[in-house]
Structures are given as C-alpha cells and as structure tokens.
C-alpha cells in the first residue's frame, strides 16, 4: 500500500477541500477507469477555461481586445517587413577556386589572405567586360 491510497479528511493545500476516507485499494478496476475518466474530463474542461481567460487577458495586454491569434501564427501587421534588394553581380573573383565576391559586406577570407600576402585588391577584379556577359546570360 502506497501514502496515496488512503486519504483521512486531508486538506488539498489550502484549498479548504476535504477528502473522505476512501480506499482505492477495495475499488474495482470498472470504477477506477470511470473515476480517472471524470477527472481527466474534468482537469480537460477547466484547463480549457482557464486557458481561453489567459488569451483574453494577454490579447487585452496586447492591446488587441478581442482579437486572440491562434498558437504558431506571427501577428507581422506592426512588424516592417524587409525590402528585397536585387542581385549584385560578382566584382572580384578567386583565380585558384573561381570564387566570387560583390564588394558588399566582410572582405571574403581569400582576399584577405591575398593582401596580406602583398596581392592588391584590383588584382582580383572582374573585368567590365565579363561582368556585362554575365548579366545578359541571367
């Protein structure tokens, strides 16, 4: 016999709720199932209530009232979304890997590599003439 199968008048940790005696060891299986099916039900519905109540008090603190956004959806009405820029043609390339770079943003770890070994930059710049091939290919 487990502490838990036999409650004497216990308090349910201030909630002024008192248990009978009961003994769950004399019980039968049949009406172990329908009373664990009436708590499951029960614990289900008041989850449900007090969850909808959260909603509505956050969707108030949103300032949304009334406007409750399912689970797993982004609310991206305030949010700005990102403009799209358009594809910037390769200016420098990697004559060992044919790698390229823009120009935009960190210099690539090949052409730093390659002017600290005493390369210059323009080295490495693609030609005006290859860039405008490649443009008219895409």
């Not at 009978?20 to 989850?47: F, Y």
């Not at 002017?115 to 895409?138: C, P, T």
């Amino acid at each position: 016999m487990c502490q838990y199968d036999t409650f004497e008048k216990v308090d349910m940790r201030g909630t002024g709720m008192l248990l009978k005696k009961l003994e769950l060891e004399s019980v039968s299986l049949d009406e172990l199932w329908a009373l664990h099916e009436r708590i499951s039900a029960i614990l289900s519905a008041r989850i449900k209530a007090e969850k909808h109540e959260l909603e509505k008090r956050l969707a108030v603190l949103d300032r949304g009232v009334g406007a409750l956004v399912p689970p797993g959806e982004a609310q991206m009405s305030n949010a700005k979304r990102r403009r799209k820029y358009p594809r910037v043609m390769p200016k420098y390339r990697n004559p060992q890997t044919s790698e390229t770079w823009s120009g935009r943003g960190k210099l690539p770890r090949w052409l730093v590599a390659a002017m600290k070994s005493g390369r210059k930059m323009e080295e490495f710049r693609i030609g005006e003439g290859h860039g405008a091939r490649s443009r008219q290919r895409s």
